[in-house]
């Protein structure tokens, strides 16, 4: 099986060689430059709890010299990749979400009810801070402020839609030769249904299964005319994965016996 990577780097080309040793092989065009900045020291030296809701707003983080005192503040993120990540950049108080920025808010709610607001001693305590991207697609402010629970948006990272496609990923699609897309943003997707559409591509492109991270995602890529497209359960890496390996297995039940792709290592 042969899949087409479109998530930004340097998380395209880990999940490119993670399926690699499976035995699928995978061409990488992230299709979004992601820009990071170093978070706010003023805002980070009163958070009183931090919020990330992807390795992109680590990544900043690393970017920041990280003074002691905040290293043990709470931490909420989205995903275990992300919680084992902060663990080991010395974050000491790390609570993993589920899945959504969305399935943060009751775990933001209990930290600050149990643990900031009795620890500030009757004094009002620093912001929640997230540390998010340019494009929020679950907005936690509007949801705290309605508990009296102060938020800030840190913006540190932004997305940037690339304006072409790599020649291979184009002579591919033009050969209907990809199995699988993966989608995983919705800006994602929208740069890749304009890409392929302005290159005259959506023919090949309709033949390949979509693999989308979330539904909002999904139909994003409708215009092309997809018939072959998949919604992740829970929008989550460990989702994703799941969902290529069963494509896989339909690819390799579908094949005749001996009979192996070219695109196959």
């Known amino acids: 099986?042969?899949?087409?990577?479109?998530?930004?780097?340097?998380?395209?080309?880990?999940?490119?060689?993670?399926?690699?040793?499976?035995?699928?092989t995978a061409d990488v065009a992230?299709?979004?430059?992601?820009?990071?900045?170093t978070p706010d020291a003023v805002l980070l030296a009163r958070a009183s709890v931090l919020v990330v809701t992807s390795?992109?707003?680590?990544?900043?983080?690393?970017?920041?010299?990280?003074p002691s005192d905040v290293l043990s503040r709470p931490l909420l993120v989205v995903g275990r990749g992300t919680g084992e990540?902060?663990?080991?950049?010395?974050?000491?108080?790390v609570t993993v979400g589920p899945a959504t920025a969305?399935?943060?808010?009751?775990l933001i709610t209990a930290a600050w009810r149990e643990r900031i607001v009795p620890a500030a001693?009757?004094?009002?305590?620093?912001?929640?801070?997230?540390?998010?991207?340019?494009?929020?697609?679950?907005?936690?402010?509007?949801?705290?402020?309605?508990?009296?629970?102060?938020?800030?948006?840190?913006t540190v990272y932004r997305s940037q839609p690339v304006k072409s496609l790599?020649?291979?990923?184009?002579?591919?699609?033009?050969?209907?030769?990809?199995?699988?897309?993966?989608?995983?943003?919705?800006?994602?997707?929208?740069t890749f249904v304009d890409l392929v559409v302005a290159k005259g591509?959506?023919?090949?492109?309709?033949?390949?299964?979509?693999?989308?991270?979330?539904q909002g995602i999904a139909d994003r890529v409708a215009p092309l005319g997809v018939r072959n497209v998949t919604v992740a359960v829970r929008p989550n890496i460990e989702e994703m994965v799941a969902l290529i390996r069963d494509l896989a297995a339909k690819s390799a039940a579908m094949s005749p016996p001996g009979d192996q792709s070219d695109t196959m290592s």
Do not use: W
């Open 201 to 214: 591509l959506a023919e090949g492109a309709r033949r390949a299964a979509y693999l989308c991270l979330s």
């Open 166 to 190: 790599p020649p291979v990923v184009q002579a591919t699609l033009a050969a209907s030769g990809y199995d699988g897309v993966v989608l995983m943003s919705p800006l994602t997707a929208e």
């Open 121 to 154: 001693g009757g004094a009002d305590p620093g912001p929640v801070v997230h540390l998010s991207g340019d494009k929020i697609s679950f907005d936690l402010k509007p949801h705290l402020a309605g508990l009296g629970i102060p938020l800030v948006h840190d």
């Open 1 to 24: 099986m042969h899949l087409l990577i479109t998530r930004p780097e340097p998380d395209a080309s880990a999940m490119r060689d993670m399926l690699q040793a499976e035995g699928i």
């Open 102 to 106: 969305k399935d943060l808010l009751p």
């Open 30 to 37: 992230p299709l979004l430059e992601i820009v990071i900045d």
């Open 55 to 66: 390795r992109n707003g680590l990544r900043a983080l690393e970017r920041a010299r990280i």
């Open 85 to 93: 990540a902060a663990r080991r950049m010395g974050f000491a108080d």
